[in-house]
Protein backbone atom coordinates (compact mmCIF):
# COMPACT_ATOMS: atom_id res chain seq x y z
CA UNK A 1 0.00 0.00 0.00
CA UNK A 2 1.39 3.48 -1.01
CA UNK A 3 2.47 5.64 2.42
CA UNK A 4 0.88 8.74 0.71
CA UNK A 5 -1.99 8.72 -0.76
CA UNK A 6 -4.47 11.73 -2.94
CA UNK A 7 -8.18 11.19 -3.58
CA UNK A 8 -9.33 11.48 -6.46
CA UNK A 9 -6.47 11.07 -8.95
CA UNK A 10 -8.29 13.01 -11.42
CA UNK A 11 -11.11 15.69 -11.19
CA UNK A 12 -13.08 18.02 -13.77
CA UNK A 13 -15.17 20.35 -12.63
CA UNK A 14 -16.23 24.12 -13.57
CA UNK A 15 -15.93 27.13 -12.68
CA UNK A 16 -17.32 28.65 -9.19
CA UNK A 17 -17.67 25.13 -7.68
CA UNK A 18 -15.64 24.30 -4.53
CA UNK A 19 -13.28 21.31 -4.29
CA UNK A 20 -11.55 19.17 -1.70
CA UNK A 21 -8.79 17.51 -2.61
CA UNK A 22 -7.55 14.80 0.03
CA UNK A 23 -4.25 13.37 1.18
CA UNK A 24 -3.81 10.87 3.57
CA UNK A 25 -0.67 9.40 4.82
CA UNK A 26 0.46 6.09 6.97
CA UNK A 27 4.29 7.12 7.15
CA UNK A 28 3.91 8.96 10.43
CA UNK A 29 5.08 12.11 9.48
CA UNK A 30 4.48 15.24 11.64
CA UNK A 31 5.09 18.04 8.12
CA UNK A 32 2.13 17.90 5.53
CA UNK A 33 2.38 20.44 1.85
CA UNK A 34 0.63 21.08 -0.43
CA UNK A 35 2.19 21.55 -4.51
CA UNK A 36 0.65 22.63 -7.34
CA UNK A 37 2.59 21.56 -10.67
CA UNK A 38 2.09 23.31 -14.13
CA UNK A 39 3.52 22.49 -17.01
CA UNK A 40 7.46 24.02 -17.58
CA UNK A 41 7.08 25.69 -13.97
CA UNK A 42 8.29 22.98 -11.63
CA UNK A 43 6.47 22.84 -8.25
CA UNK A 44 5.01 25.57 -6.20
CA UNK A 45 4.51 25.55 -2.55
CA UNK A 46 0.92 26.32 -1.46
CA UNK A 47 0.05 25.52 1.60
CA UNK A 48 2.62 23.62 4.45
CA UNK A 49 1.78 22.12 7.91
CA UNK A 50 4.02 21.08 10.63
CA UNK A 51 1.76 19.43 12.32
CA UNK A 52 -2.18 19.15 13.55
CA UNK A 53 -2.43 22.66 14.91
CA UNK A 54 0.72 24.63 12.32
CA UNK A 55 -0.93 25.91 9.56
CA UNK A 56 1.51 28.19 7.15
CA UNK A 57 1.01 29.84 3.62
CA UNK A 58 3.35 29.24 0.78
CA UNK A 59 3.88 31.10 -2.48
CA UNK A 60 0.53 30.60 -3.99
CA UNK A 61 -2.25 30.50 -1.11
CA UNK A 62 -4.81 32.57 -3.11
CA UNK A 63 -7.26 31.06 -3.76
CA UNK A 64 -6.76 27.88 -1.74
CA UNK A 65 -7.64 26.59 1.61
CA UNK A 66 -6.27 23.74 3.89
CA UNK A 67 -7.48 21.64 6.83
CA UNK A 68 -5.38 19.29 8.79
CA UNK A 69 -8.29 16.70 10.38
CA UNK A 70 -5.41 14.86 11.93
CA UNK A 71 -1.86 14.00 11.90
CA UNK A 72 -2.71 11.84 8.99
CA UNK A 73 -4.89 14.08 6.83
CA UNK A 74 -4.34 17.00 5.37
CA UNK A 75 -7.09 18.10 2.55
CA UNK A 76 -6.73 21.47 -0.20
CA UNK A 77 -9.70 23.29 -0.78
CA UNK A 78 -10.85 25.43 -3.98
CA UNK A 79 -13.72 27.70 -2.69
CA UNK A 80 -14.73 28.67 -6.13
CA UNK A 81 -12.32 27.00 -8.57
CA UNK A 82 -10.92 28.96 -11.61
CA UNK A 83 -9.49 27.85 -15.04
CA UNK A 84 -6.12 28.95 -14.26
CA UNK A 85 -6.13 26.74 -11.05
CA UNK A 86 -6.44 23.76 -13.86
CA UNK A 87 -2.93 21.73 -12.66
CA UNK A 88 -1.72 18.40 -11.19
CA UNK A 89 -1.70 18.37 -7.51
CA UNK A 90 0.51 16.86 -5.46
CA UNK A 91 0.40 16.51 -1.38
CA UNK A 92 3.69 15.62 0.50
CA UNK A 93 5.25 14.62 3.53
CA UNK A 94 8.18 14.75 5.50
CA UNK A 95 9.63 14.30 8.97
CA UNK A 96 12.02 16.57 10.82
CA UNK A 97 14.94 15.47 10.99
CA UNK A 98 15.73 14.08 7.30
CA UNK A 99 14.42 16.98 5.53
CA UNK A 100 13.00 14.38 3.03
CA UNK A 101 9.67 14.45 1.21
CA UNK A 102 7.94 11.59 0.14
CA UNK A 103 4.83 12.78 -2.52
CA UNK A 104 1.96 11.16 -3.20
CA UNK A 105 0.58 10.28 -6.78
CA UNK A 106 -0.84 13.39 -7.68
CA UNK A 107 -4.08 14.83 -8.61
CA UNK A 108 -4.97 16.07 -11.83
CA UNK A 109 -7.50 18.83 -11.52
CA UNK A 110 -9.37 20.60 -14.82
CA UNK A 111 -11.04 23.58 -14.28
CA UNK A 112 -13.93 24.06 -17.31
CA UNK B 1 12.51 35.12 -9.96
CA UNK B 2 13.39 30.95 -9.70
CA UNK B 3 15.47 30.38 -6.65
CA UNK B 4 16.36 27.22 -8.33
CA UNK B 5 17.21 26.81 -12.03
CA UNK B 6 18.32 23.61 -13.78
CA UNK B 7 20.29 23.55 -16.58
CA UNK B 8 20.29 21.90 -19.44
CA UNK B 9 16.14 21.85 -19.88
CA UNK B 10 16.62 18.76 -21.65
CA UNK B 11 19.05 16.36 -22.63
CA UNK B 12 19.69 13.47 -24.87
CA UNK B 13 21.83 10.42 -24.33
CA UNK B 14 22.73 7.00 -25.42
CA UNK B 15 22.17 4.21 -22.70
CA UNK B 16 25.95 3.88 -20.83
CA UNK B 17 26.64 7.24 -21.35
CA UNK B 18 26.89 9.65 -17.87
CA UNK B 19 24.15 12.51 -17.77
CA UNK B 20 24.98 15.72 -15.97
CA UNK B 21 22.21 17.86 -14.67
CA UNK B 22 23.34 21.47 -13.32
CA UNK B 23 21.44 23.53 -10.84
CA UNK B 24 22.23 27.13 -9.67
CA UNK B 25 20.08 29.38 -7.07
CA UNK B 26 20.16 32.32 -5.95
CA UNK B 27 20.30 33.03 -2.10
CA UNK B 28 22.19 30.66 1.11
CA UNK B 29 20.45 27.74 1.87
CA UNK B 30 19.82 24.82 4.11
CA UNK B 31 20.36 21.86 1.49
CA UNK B 32 19.78 21.17 -1.48
CA UNK B 33 17.73 18.26 -2.95
CA UNK B 34 16.83 15.88 -6.34
CA UNK B 35 14.03 14.63 -7.29
CA UNK B 36 13.39 12.57 -9.80
CA UNK B 37 9.43 12.65 -11.68
CA UNK B 38 8.14 9.83 -13.92
CA UNK B 39 5.57 11.67 -16.49
CA UNK B 40 2.54 12.89 -14.80
CA UNK B 41 4.15 11.01 -11.46
CA UNK B 42 4.79 12.36 -7.72
CA UNK B 43 8.27 13.18 -7.30
CA UNK B 44 10.87 10.40 -5.83
CA UNK B 45 13.89 11.57 -3.35
CA UNK B 46 17.31 10.97 -5.16
CA UNK B 47 19.62 12.85 -2.83
CA UNK B 48 19.70 15.58 -0.28
CA UNK B 49 23.09 17.21 0.11
CA UNK B 50 23.40 20.06 3.47
CA UNK B 51 25.19 22.94 2.83
CA UNK B 52 28.00 22.16 4.66
CA UNK B 53 28.93 19.20 2.30
CA UNK B 54 30.54 19.35 -0.86
CA UNK B 55 29.92 15.64 -2.23
CA UNK B 56 27.24 12.82 -1.90
CA UNK B 57 27.02 9.84 -3.82
CA UNK B 58 24.21 6.96 -3.77
CA UNK B 59 24.65 4.17 -6.08
CA UNK B 60 25.14 5.54 -9.48
CA UNK B 61 24.30 9.00 -8.06
CA UNK B 62 26.60 11.50 -7.54
CA UNK B 63 26.04 14.74 -6.70
CA UNK B 64 28.14 18.32 -5.75
CA UNK B 65 27.10 21.64 -3.85
CA UNK B 66 29.63 24.28 -4.06
CA UNK B 67 27.97 27.44 -2.10
CA UNK B 68 30.49 29.87 -3.05
CA UNK B 69 28.89 29.63 -7.04
CA UNK B 70 25.63 29.22 -5.52
CA UNK B 71 25.27 25.81 -7.77
CA UNK B 72 24.90 21.75 -7.73
CA UNK B 73 25.37 19.53 -10.01
CA UNK B 74 23.47 15.92 -10.80
CA UNK B 75 25.85 13.04 -12.30
CA UNK B 76 24.17 9.85 -13.05
CA UNK B 77 26.61 7.15 -14.42
CA UNK B 78 26.10 4.48 -16.75
CA UNK B 79 22.94 5.32 -17.60
CA UNK B 80 19.76 3.58 -18.80
CA UNK B 81 16.68 3.42 -20.42
CA UNK B 82 14.85 3.86 -17.25
CA UNK B 83 16.39 6.79 -15.91
CA UNK B 84 14.73 8.60 -18.35
CA UNK B 85 12.80 11.35 -16.33
CA UNK B 86 12.46 14.89 -15.08
CA UNK B 87 15.07 15.72 -12.89
CA UNK B 88 13.94 18.82 -10.43
CA UNK B 89 16.55 19.89 -7.81
CA UNK B 90 15.07 22.03 -4.38
CA UNK B 91 17.02 24.12 -2.52
CA UNK B 92 15.44 24.36 1.48
CA UNK B 93 15.63 28.19 2.99
CA UNK B 94 14.48 28.24 6.61
CA UNK B 95 14.81 31.38 8.68
CA UNK B 96 12.77 31.57 11.99
CA UNK B 97 9.56 30.49 11.66
CA UNK B 98 9.57 30.70 8.08
CA UNK B 99 9.96 27.71 5.91
CA UNK B 100 10.36 27.46 1.84
CA UNK B 101 11.42 24.47 -0.33
CA UNK B 102 12.15 25.86 -3.79
CA UNK B 103 11.40 23.62 -7.02
CA UNK B 104 13.17 24.56 -9.91
CA UNK B 105 11.71 24.07 -13.78
CA UNK B 106 13.60 20.43 -14.14
CA UNK B 107 15.56 18.80 -16.54
CA UNK B 108 14.21 16.58 -18.73
CA UNK B 109 16.44 13.47 -19.24
CA UNK B 110 16.42 11.02 -22.31
CA UNK B 111 18.25 8.08 -22.73
CA UNK B 112 17.59 6.12 -25.81
CA UNK B 113 18.58 2.49 -25.89
Known amino acids: DADVTQTPRNRITKTGKRIMLECSQT?????MYWYRQDPGLGLQLIYY???????NKGEISDGYSVSRQAQAKFSLSLESAIPNQTALYFC???????????FGPGTRLTVL | SQQGEEDPQALSIQEGENATMNCSYK?????LQWYRQNSGRGLVHLIL?????REKHSGRLRVTLDTSKKSSSLLITASRAADTASYFC?????????????FGKGTLLTVNP
Open chain 2, 90 to 102: ATEIVGGSNYKLT
Open chain 2, 27 to 31: TSINN
Open chain 1, 27 to 31: KGHDR
Open chain 2, 49 to 53: IRSNE
Open chain 1, 92 to 102: ATSEHRTDTQY
Open chain 1, 49 to 55: SFDVKDI
